[in-house]
């Protein structure tokens, strides 16, 4: 992660928005760790049919406590997916998150013959948690949860209770993130294929094909009523060669591989819809808010890893320019204007006329993805090409590998 200081700490401005007020409105939004959210979370991952087999299901239940919050816990871990009857080998130490370690591990199913790459995160017990880091393991725990399995997402795969600290088991996060992938794809190339010199290693179609993830993965966490906090191309992990899941959220979090206790965070201001600036709050159960930063990532896409409004050289020029709705993603001169529209769509500054869901969003790219060639062109005729620009000093991440 770049060693940039944090764009709040450096401003006089009175105007400028701190990180923190932003967190709070997004926890405001997420609101993960109700008990009326997480009986939901149950019709999203059914594994019923296991527990009367499974004979560590009865251990993992604690008895009956007056604290809120290990009722919650009992309850996420009562329609979290269980290990059982799989096996898990658990390899290389990785990584520190925010509730001890994070492993490398194989998930392995006798019966069907199958091996799955996983991530393990080592927790502590709730019982040896203070009150904050109780609160922390239970919304991080119920954000997991509630999201459910999809392809297009890092999804929670099974949990552990063991003697002296739970075990959570999800999706691999040992992929590159879609950000460094677009980055890395910048090079003028003759392709064999079109006949024609590119500025891309992507080709047209890989680049719709995981946009449509992008899309996929989010419709679903709007279904389940999460927030993302950055939903951007640095959280979008690239899992094989159009395949992509949305990380960054709940245990679901590739950067926690790489964060340093005193390096600043990434700052999420030009993937926020403009919403978050004004304090005009979006209901908890409304998508839009994301669908705003949907679109963000589909031009980031489509840029091939560009810096949102980098037009705007400081954060406190893009925050005046949103809160006036006056701040725009620049043009991407070789899209089609079915690609361009739908972009524009998700980043209206009319919330309600933005989609609250996917699904439109969806049958467009599904659409261009028919002839992706004719809506994104990266074909050119000589060496002189300008990408869109990328100011990492704007963004305040750094895409690893």
């Known amino acids: 992660m770049t060693k940039a200081a944090r764009g709040g700490e450096s401003s006089g401005n009175a105007d400028f928005i701190d990180e923190n007020v932003l967190d709070a409105t997004i926890r405001e939004l997420q609101g993960v760790a109700e008990s009326a959210n997480i009986g939901q979370v149950q019709s999203t991952i059914n594994r019923k049919d296991n527990q009367h087999k499974n004979p560590e299901t009865h251990q993992l239940i604690e008895p009956e406590c007056d604290n809120q919050e290990i009722q919650d816990f009992q309850e996420l871990m009562r329609i979290s997916p269980r290990l059982w009857p799989c096996r898990l080998r658990i390899d290389a130490l990785v990584g520190n998150g925010h509730f001890e370690n994070i492993h490398k591990g194989l998930l392995i199913d006798s019966d069907k013959e199958i091996t799955q790459d996983v991530a393990v995160f080592s927790v502590k017990k709730i019982e040896?948690?203070?009150?904050?880091?109780?609160?922390?393991?239970?919304?991080?725990?119920?954000?997991?949860?509630?999201?459910?399995?999809?392809?297009?997402?890092?999804?929670?795969?099974?949990v552990q209770q063991q003697p002296d600290r739970l075990l959570i088991i999800v999706d691999s996060l040992f992929y590159p993130d879609?950000?460094?992938?677009?980055?890395?794809?910048?090079?003028?190339?003759?392709?064999?294929?079109?006949?024609?010199?590119?500025?891309?290693?992507?080709?047209?179609?890989?680049?719709?094909?995981?946009?449509?993830?992008?899309?996929?993965?989010?419709?679903?966490?709007?279904?389940?009523?999460?927030?993302?906090?950055?939903?951007?191309?640095?959280?979008?992990?690239?899992?094989?060669?159009?395949?992509?899941?949305?990380?960054?959220?709940?245990?679901?979090?590739?950067?926690?591989?790489?964060?340093?206790?005193?390096e600043p965070r990434p700052a999420k201001q030009r993937w926020l819809a403009p919403e978050y600036f004004?304090?005009?709050?979006?209901?908890?159960?409304?998508?839009?808010?994301n669908i705003w930063s949907l679109g963000v990532l589909l031009w980031e896409c489509a840029s091939l890893g560009g810096?949102?409004?980098?037009?705007?050289?400081?954060?406190?020029?893009?925050?005046?320019?949103?809160?006036?709705?006056a701040a725009h993603l620049q043009p991407i001169p070789y899209s089609s204007p079915d690609l361009q529209s739908i972009i524009d769509q998700c980043c209206t500054y009319d919330r309600e006329a933005r989609p609250d869901m996917t699904d439109v969003i969806a049958r467009k790219l599904e659409q261009i993805s028919i002839d992706p060639e004719s809506h994104i062109d990266f074909t050119v005729t000589n060496d002189n090409f300008n990408y869109l620009p990328v100011i990492t000093a704007l963004e305040q991440i750094s895409a690893k590998l």
């Open 278 to 289: 004004v304090r005009e709050y979006a209901s908890p159960t409304c998508g839009q808010s």
């Open 128 to 158: 040896q948690a203070n009150e904050k880091e109780l609160r922390m393991i239970v919304n991080t725990f119920a954000e997991t949860v509630k999201a459910g399995i999809h392809p297009n997402i890092v999804s929670l795969l099974a």
């Open 307 to 325: 810096t949102p409004y980098a037009q705007y050289p400081t954060q406190e020029a893009f925050h005046e320019r949103i809160r006036e709705k």
């Open 178 to 262: 879609l950000l460094t992938v677009l980055r890395e794809s910048r090079s003028i190339r003759y392709d064999s294929r079109l006949q024609k010199k590119t500025v891309t290693m992507i080709g047209s179609d890989r680049l719709i094909s995981m946009m449509l993830g992008c899309v996929y993965g989010c419709g679903h966490l709007i279904r389940h009523g999460i927030t993302h906090r950055m939903l951007g191309a640095s959280n979008v992990l690239v899992v094989g060669r159009a395949l992509v899941k949305i990380s960054g959220f709940g245990f679901a979090n590739h950067r926690l591989l790489h964060q340093k206790q005193f």
